[in-house]
């Protein structure tokens, strides 16, 4: 039970980021921390006490093993934060170029 | 740093001239192996790119684009994709059903084995590590202005 309360708590640590932070850069990494939180709650739900993992190698005989579906998941949501990070990315240069800074409180006013 | 865009210091250049290939062949390990380990086509793409990655950082932008036509790389980007399209297709027509394994199954733990799913792993990762480069090869491109000055 204690390890879904500190997932929750690095969720928690990726919010305070992105909601006090005021360096682009820091909002995207915060952002990307709250998205890891979510991948581990999905991995840690699948987690078994002393399952193997789910594919049968060599001289080994299949036993209780770990949920893969929630893996496979988590390998589908890694993609997506990919795409979506490379994007802020690009919106952040972007900004960056037209008003050179990454400080969202000096990003007000209308820049050509 | 006077010139933009023409790499790092002699160091890290001869450093990763020797280690791009290591990593490259430990990203081809992982596609190749892909049906018998975990790992697959999306993880070695993913580190095959990372060695392009670390190309384009130590030597520039200049150099990378000459040594690897990033057109070409597009193209090759597109047609993994269908050729992807063209082996599910083929499962229909073959086996009945999208993406059927039509091919002879092999025994199990052979590397030459599981049908169509080895092809189909090299297929994403050529996709993957294409895609994953042409990506921060496009955000490389973005022309920074100097501090201060205005474009």
Redesign the interface.
């Known amino acids: 039970m204690i390890i879904y309360v500190l997932c929750f708590i690095l969720l928690l640590v990726g919010l305070y980021g992105v909601l006090t932070k005021r360096d682009l850069i820091k909002i995207i990494l915060s952002l990307s921390i709250m998205e890891y939180s979510a991948n581990l709650f999905l991995i840690l739900f699948a987690y078994r006490q002393d399952g193997v993992f789910a594919i049968l190698s060599k001289g080994e005989q299949a036993a209780g093993m770990v949920d893969p579906l929630p893996q496979a998941l988590v390998l589908t949501s890694i993609v997506i934060e990919l795409g979506i990070t490379a994007m802020l990315v690009a919106l952040a240069v972007r900004l960056y170029q037209k008003y050179n800074t990454f400080d969202i409180t000096k990003i007000r006013r209308l820049s050509g | 740093m006077k010139d933009k865009g023409k790499g790092m210091t002699l160091i890290v250049k001869t450093i990763t001239r020797y280690t791009v290939w290591l990593i490259a062949l430990y990203g081809i390990y992982i596609i190749l192996h892909g049906h018998?380990?975990?790992g697959g086509g999306?993880a070695g793409g993913v580190i095959i790119a990372l060695a392009l990655l670390n190309i384009m950082l130590a030597y520039g932008r200049e150099f990378t684009r000459k040594w690897l036509r990033i057109n070409l790389l597009h193209e090759l980007e597109a047609t993994s994709a269908i050729i992807f399209l063209i082996i599910g297709i083929l499962g229909v027509a073959i086996s009945g059903s999208f993406l059927a394994n039509f091919l002879h199954h092999g025994k199990l733990?052979n590397l030459v084995s599981a049908g169509t799913i080895p092809i189909l792993n090299i297929v994403i990762g050529i996709k993957v590590c294409v895609g994953?480069f042409v990506?921060?090869w496009?955000?490389a491109l973005?022309?920074?202005?100097k501090?201060?000055g205005?474009?």
Do not use: A, N, Q
């Open positions: 018998l380990t975990p999306f733990f994953l990506v921060v496009s955000l973005f022309h920074i202005p501090k201060g205005t474009e």
